[in-house]
């Protein structure tokens, strides 16, 4: 977060109290506001998981006694980013929010020393006082699973084996051989820099000379190079949940690459191929299976057996004069859901033609086909012809 950030953002506003807020109000406000919108409640929804660290960083503020009565004093002397002061018209002008603050980058901003930056210096990690090098949030890592037709449908456990980086064990994270490097003198260990931009505002980057990591090795390691990081495979067993589709992408948090400093692990992104089944097919959240049947069992009607995946067959009841091609349905005989419910098994029927005939059955339909030599299944069709 940077300094611009810190004091521009109403956190009074984020939790929904006033300013005179008690610390059981704001504790009270935190907790109804971290309940409705944690993670693992809405699972998926990126605002909610957004929200729940805006919640989190208001509370770190205003439920500190120590950085609320700083927070308030920074905002009362730094109106909205720019410190207000009274012209001989009783007008006011502003001073960039990076240079106020950054004494500590080479002493911008005219107050001396370490800048204004040391009146805040405890709050943010930056000015005179002992300075701390911030967290840094692990890579994510993406990676592929194939699963058979079965496997996607019921949910399946597979090893994984993942390649990324991790802290090297040489100089254990470090970057320094005798595991000593020494805080960034550009970024005073935060990883970033500001610059200006014009109009008042500044723009954070990260810091060229320790590439982010905000600590210079003096002597380099020779495995990592001074980066703290090193190439390393791992294999771990991964939980593909049920219902899967082709090509889709499964977020694993927190089992990517490990993070620097106390920072939180990356991400692992898992894309997942499925093979297809010499029998079913998938349509959403519904199975898809196509059956034979006789030409009698479609003119006559009756019962038959529709096999389902990884499950006993089911009988399904079909209607007299049942045309070719059409579908029926088995419910919850599909893919599993996202709530846990499944979809259905949806039976498209075909009518099977013999290839041969032995005498006796070809007499029969010779008398059926004299039975019905008065209906023309065409005639309807020659019918719309002309009318069109």
Do not use: W
Request: with cysteine; aromatic share 6%.
């Amino acid at each position: 977060m940077s300094t611009k950030d810190f004091v521009e953002k109403d956190y009074y506003k984020v939790l929904g109290v006033p300013k005179d807020a008690t610390e059981a109000e704001i504790k009270k406000a935190y907790r109804k506001l971290a309940r409705e919108n944690h993670p693992d409640a809405n699972k998926g929804d990126a605002s909610a998981e957004s929200r729940f660290k805006e919640i989190s960083e208001a509370n770190d503020v205003l439920g500190d006694p120590k950085k609320r009565k700083e927070y308030d004093d920074a905002r009362a002397l730094f109106g909205n980013g720019g410190f207000r002061a009274g012209g001989p018209g009783g007008g006011s002008f502003n001073f960039d929010l990076g240079d106020l603050f950054g004494g500590a980058q080479g002493g911008a901003g005219g107050f001396g020393g370490g800048g204004i930056g040391d009146v805040f210096g405890g709050l943010f990690n930056r000015g005179g006082g002992a300075t701390r090098t911030q967290p840094r949030r692990g890579q994510d890592i993406e990676s592929e699973v194939t699963l058979s037709f079965t496997e996607a449908i019921e949910g399946a456990t597979v090893p994984l084996r993942m390649s990324s980086q991790q802290p090297c064990t040489a100089c254990s994270g470090t970057g320094d051989k005798n595991g000593t490097p020494r805080v960034c003198p550009t970024c005073v260990g935060t990883g970033q820099v500001s610059r200006g931009s014009g109009g008042g505002f500044s723009l954070t980057d990260p810091c060229v000379d320790c590439k982010g990591r905000g600590l210079i090795a003096e002597n380099p390691c020779e495995v990592c190079k001074g980066s703290g990081r090193a190439k390393s495979s791992r294999t771990m067993q991964v939980r593909i949940p049920a219902g899967v589709s082709d090509n889709q992408k499964i977020r694993l948090r927190g089992k990517g690459a490990p993070g620097e400093r106390g920072g939180q692990n990356g991400d692992l992104y898992v894309v997942v191929h499925v093979d297809e089944h010499p029998v079913f097919g998938r349509r959403d959240d519904n199975l898809t299976v196509t059956v034979p049947v006789s030409f009698t069992e479609a003119a006559l009607g009756g019962e038959i057996k529709v096999p389902t995946l990884g499950g006993p067959a089911v009988t399904l009841k079909l209607p007299a004069g049942t045309p070719n091609g059409r579908t029926m349905r088995a419910r919850g005989k599909g893919a599993v859901r996202k709530d846990g419910t499944r979809g259905d098994l949806l039976v498209t029927v075909e009518v099977a033609v013999p290839k041969e005939l032995d005498d006796k059955a070809r007499e029969a339909l010779e008398t059926f086909r004299e039975a019905t030599a008065s209906e023309d299944p065409r005639a309807e069709l020659f019918q719309a012809a002309k009318g069109a």
